[in-house]
């Protein structure tokens, strides 16, 4: 409901996560797109209620999952009657890491391959996927040299501040400097923005 509320005052669209489907008429109510979490992604009776209400859904890969699991979910978003479906990868697990706070890493070769398998558009998350405030920003410029059709990312006025994910939350600055470099390699790659 906060959402909403910020919603109607600024004229923005709001997505946000769902995590059970008995809060799906206070989604349907107040959130334009939908979001599936990765650890929902296979929640099969959330998928089968979040596509019925036909409002757009954000389908996050879940890292553990090959791409055929997740093509298989949104296979079956499509399937129960909502052609509206974004994937977005989020990061999976490997057996080892370059740092031991990361948390995922980011498949961009499964960007292609999604693309290259289905029609739905690909976005790409590096906050939730890298962990790491320094890691954002060139993983976000990678996603969109490599084709992403958008990247989700963790922003707030103090990012140390944040009481959710202050590790990997953007500053206003850093932000607005990221988003100035992806016009830039859009525009190389000859993508619209």
Request: hydrophobic share 45%.
């Amino acid at each position: 409901k906060w959402l909403a509320e910020v919603k109607n005052k600024l004229n923005l669209p709001v997505i946000t996560e769902i995590t059970d489907e008995k809060y799906i008429d206070i989604f349907l109510n107040n959130i334009d797109i939908i979001q599936i979490g990765s650890r929902n992604m296979q929640n099969f009776p959330l998928l089968t209620t979040c596509a019925k209400t036909k409002k757009p859904i954000m389908l996050k890969r879940h890292f553990g999952c090959s791409l055929r699991d997740w093509l298989g979910a949104a296979e079956y978003i499509l399937y129960h009657g909502n052609p509206n479906v974004v994937l977005c990868e989020r990061g999976i697990t490997v057996p080892h890491t370059h740092q031991l706070t990361s948390r995922f890493i980011v498949d961009l070769e499964a960007v292609l391959a999604a693309k290259e398998w289905s029609h739905l558009p690909v976005i790409v998350d590096p906050s939730h996927a890298t962990f790491n405030r320094a890691y954002v920003t060139p993983v976000a410029r990678a996603a969109m040299a490599i084709g992403a059709d958008g990247i989700i990312l963790d922003v707030h006025p103090v990012p140390e501040q944040a009481a959710v994910d202050p590790l990997q939350s953007l500053g206003f600055d850093d932000f607005d400097k990221l988003m100035k470099q992806l016009t830039s390699i859009a525009s190389v790659m000859e993508i619209d923005m």
